[in-house]
């Protein structure tokens, strides 16, 4: 079932500018994968942010007044590398636990010459957040969902358990947050936005909605939830508020 993007009171704008992939922005983007082994832009469009939705999320975040970016998950670098050569007086750091998909996105930023894109190797919620004022989510901890066959590889651990245990690590990393702390989803961020965030605008992009959320308090009961075309705020005990 398909519903309304629902905004909390007060929650900034709505702009339906992007029904889906053109046929240029699909150009673009088999241009820039070019960059990549052929195995990679295999995957790319399944995988990694399309070029477009890239330097759209720079554009919201860098108007959120962020300066530091941690793209949580960040694969074969894409966003990162997109997203810092569109916004460069902000910096761009990609998280992601695969090592050889770290060395990927540092050969492409070697040969971009993108100074101010930085990629490191780890678990996104076993690192310190601390630092950063703006986040990029798409859809990270999905990939502990899928069967057999749809993950990337079987190098890193994929469970339901990974998948719970990120999710809850991510949303207290993110109510611990600075106040004025922007975060950017795409195809959502796998788990709960807590409550003392502010949707702040919502636009089509790409194949799904590119949403930014700004920390407006320090401390709110409850969460939402994105539910595909629509947001849902939930009281702490999980009913809908």
Known sequence: MTVGVSLPRGSGSVAHEDHGPTPEKGAEDVAFDSIYPLSIRAISRRFWTPVDVARRAAQLLRQAGARRVLDVGSGVGKFVLVAAAAVPELRFVGVEQ?????EVARRAQERLQVPNAFFVVGEATSSSWRGFDGFYFFNPFAENLFVDGDQLDDTVELTYLRFFRD????ERALRDAPLGTAVATYHGMSGRMPACYE????????????RLWVK??????????EYGDGVVLHRADGAPA
């Open 98 to 102: 695969r090592a050889h998909l770290v």
């Open 199 to 210: 949707l702040s605008q919502t636009t089509r992009a790409g194949s799904d909605w590119l």
């Open 216 to 225: 407006t308090r320090e401390r709110a009961e409850g969460f939402f939830l």
């Open 167 to 170: 999710v809850v690590r991510t």
